[in-house]
């Protein structure tokens, strides 16, 4: 599966896709969500920090959706209440996961969500 991680953290982004690869996952890393927008091809699965600068990851998620309504998308942050004061509910396509995080919980979100019906 091809995902795209997208977090303003270097240490989160070499985290994320060091567990993803080890998986045996193709990532592709952004540092914004600008640059994230910049990224060609199909993406299977959006990973994305909620708290950027310049974009957050549910505006980043919702312009991709415009692009791939077939995308997924797994928010991992520290900071989930802010998702959740904007969105009362995640769509099926959709998954929080909360930071930290160790590899196997990663995983396992990244799993249950690719594998979900869309």
Request: hydrophobic letters at 45%; charged letters at 25%; glycine letters at 4%.
């Amino acid at each position: 599966m091809r995902i795209l991680v997208v977090d303003d953290e270097p240490s989160v982004r070499t985290f994320v896709t060091e567990v993803l690869r080890g998986a045996g996952h193709d990532t592709i890393v952004a540092a914004d969500g600008e640059e994230a927008l910049n990224v060609r091809g199909h993406i299977d699965l959006l990973l994305t920090d909620l708290m950027m600068p310049r974009m957050t990851g549910d505006v980043l998620a919702v312009k991709m959706f415009t692009k791939q309504p077939t995308l997924k998308v797994l928010y991992l942050t520290a900071f989930s209440d802010s998702l959740f004061k904007k969105k009362v509910r995640l769509w099926n396509t959709e998954a929080c996961l909360d930071k930290p995080v160790t590899p196997d919980e990663l995983l396992e979100a990244v799993d249950v969500l690719l594998n979900a019906a869309s």
